[in-house]
C-alpha cells in the first residue's frame, strides 16, 4: 500500500456537508471579496489565538509583505531572518526593497539561531523576522529581549505554526505582527490560498487593514500606497468550517508523532535530538555518530507538527534513505533543499555556503514524512518498517 505524504480528501470529505452549506451561503450572498463572512472568521479567529485583532489576507506570503509594510520597512533597512526556511520569509524582504540579514539555524529545533543573529546586527537593522519552523515555537524571549536590546521590531513567521505555543501563549501573538498562512496544506487549510495577520496593537491594525485594499480609507482616498490583499470570503466561510475541528486536528498530528517517535527511537543507530545541543540553550556540539536524529518537541513549547522532520547525518544518506522509501511506495519530501543564503537571487549579497554551517548541513540532511491527521497508524508503521529495513544495509 502506498503512503501519501499528505492527503487532504479524508478532512475535507468529513466535512463535506458544512463545506457545501458554505459554499451555498456565500454563493446567494453575492458578497465574495471580504465582508460578513471575513469578518465573523476573523473575530473567531482572535479569539481562538489570543490576539487583539486578526486581520485576513489573501496568502501567508502576502501577510509577512503586509506586516513590512505596516512597520515601514523599506530601502536601507535591513531584516534578520534565518536562511533555512521556505522563500517567502526573505523574499518579502526584498519585495519592500529591504535587505535580507540571514542567520544560521540550530540544529534541533531548527529555528533560528539568536546568538548568530546578534553577531550579524549592524546600524541599519530594523527588524527580525523568526520563522516558527515545523510546528514549533522559536525561542521568542530571546527574540524579544533581542528586539528590545536593539530597538527592534518583531513579526512572527507563524506560516507553519498556527495555535503552537510558547511557554503557554501564542506563537503569532507575541511580536508586532504574526503571520499565518492557510494554504491548504497547513494545519489549518483553506480550499486555496488564504492567510492572516495577528497583532495587538490597534494602530498597526488600522495601518495593516487599510494596506489590505490599496491603502484606502475612506473609500477612494488613499493615505497609503498599499494593494489588493484581500482575502475571499468563500475561504473564509471555509476556514470558519474548519476552525472548530483544529484542536482534534492538533492532537492527531501530536499522536502520529508519537507513535513515530516511540517506533523509530528502538531502532540501532537512530537516536533523540538532544536538548543539550539546542543553540537557544547553549553552545551546542553535535556529533555524527548516529544515523538517524529524531526531532523533539520542547517541553515549554505545544508542538503542532506541521512536519515530522528527520536528520539523516553523513553525505548523501538522507538521500539514500529517500530514494529507498520512494521505491516503497511511501512519500517523502525535502524542507528545504537549498538554503536562502545559496539561492541565485540573492547571490549579490555576497554570501558563502561556508557562511552559515548548519543552514547548508541541514538542507543536506532533513527529511519530512507523512504525519497528516487522519494518516492510518498501519501506514505509520509501514513508515516504520521501511526505516529500520533501510538501517540494516
Known amino acids: 500500500m502506498n503512503v501519501n505524504l499528505l492527503d487532504l480528501k479524508p478532512q475535507n470529505n468529513a466535512l463535506e456537508s458544512e463545506l457545501r452549506e458554505a459554499f451555498t451561503r456565500v454563493f446567494h450572498s453575492g458578497h465574495f471579496i471580504l465582508g460578513p463572512e471575513v469578518d465573523s472568521f476573523e473575530q473567531s479567529l482572535a479569539a481562538f489565538t489570543g490576539a487583539k485583532y486578526a486581520l485576513g489576507v489573501s496568502s501567508g506570503t502576502d501577510a509577512i509583505l503586509v506586516a513590512l509594510m505596516a512597520l515601514g520597512i523599506g530601502p536601507g533597512n535591513e531584516v534578520l531572518c534565518p536562511s533555512f526556511t521556505f522563500f517567502a520569509t526573505a523574499g518579502c524582504v526584498a519585495r519592500v526593497g529591504a535587505t535580507p540579514v540571514f542567520v544560521d539555524s540550530c540544529p534541533v529545533c531548527f529555528n533560528l539561531d539568536l546568538r548568530d ?160 545541543d539546542c543553540c537557544c540553550l547553549q553552545p551546542y556540539a553535535v556529533d555524527d555518530f548516529d544515523r538517524i536524529v529524531l526531532p523533539i518537541a520542547y517541553p515549554f513549547n505545544g508542538h503542532i507538527w506541521n512536519q515530522f522532520t528527520l536528520r539523516v547525518p553523513g553525505f548523501g544518506r538522507r538521500d539514500a534513505l529517500r530514494a529507498h522509501l520512494t521505491a516503497r511506495g511511501i512519500g517523502t519530501e525535502i524542507y528545504y533543499p537549498i538554503p536562502l543564503h545559496e539561492q541565485a537571487c540573492f547571490s549579490h549579497l555576497g554570501y558563502k555556503p561556508e557562511d552559515f554551517p548548519w543552514a547548508h548541513r541541514l538542507a543536506g540532511e532533513v527529511i519530512s514524512l507523512p504525519i497528516y491527521p487522519e494518516l492510518p497508524v498501519e501506514q505509520i508503521e509501514q513508515v516504520c518498517s521501511a526505516i529500520a529495513e533501510f538501517l540494516k544495509k
Do not use: C
Request: proline residues 4%.
Open 117 to 276: 543573529a546578534e553577531r550579524r546586527m549592524t546600524s541599519r537593522t530594523k527588524a527580525i523576522l523568526p520563522v516558527h519552523l515545523f510546528g514549533q515555537s522559536a525561542d521568542m524571549d530571546g527574540v524579544l529581549n533581542l528586539a528590545w536590546k536593539h530597538n527592534l521590531r518583531v513579526i512572527e513567521d507563524t506560516a507553519q505554526a498556527m495555535g503552537a505555543t510558547y511557554r503557554g501563549k501564542q506563537a503569532g501573538t507575541l511580536g508586532d505582527f504574526g503571520t499565518v498562512s492557510f494554504f491548504p496544506t497547513k494545519n489549518l487549510g483553506a480550499l486555496g490560498d488564504a492567510g492572516a495577520i495577528l497583532t495587538n496593537d490597534s494602530e498597526l491594525y488600522a495601518r495593516a487593514r487599510m494596506l489590505r485594499m490599496h491603502g484606502m480609507e475612506p473609500k477612494y482616498h488613499h493615505a497609503l500606497v498599499g494593494g489588493n490583499f484581500r482575502l475571499d470570503a468563500l475561504q473564509a466561510a471555509f476556514l470558519s468550517v474548519k476552525l472548530p475541528h483544529f484542536n482534534g486536528y492538533t492532537e492527531a498530528r501530536r499522536r502520529n508523532a508519537a507513535l513515530y517517535t516511540e517506533r523509530l527511537s528502538q531502532l540501532p543507530d537512530v537516536r533523540m535530538s538532544r536538548p543539550e
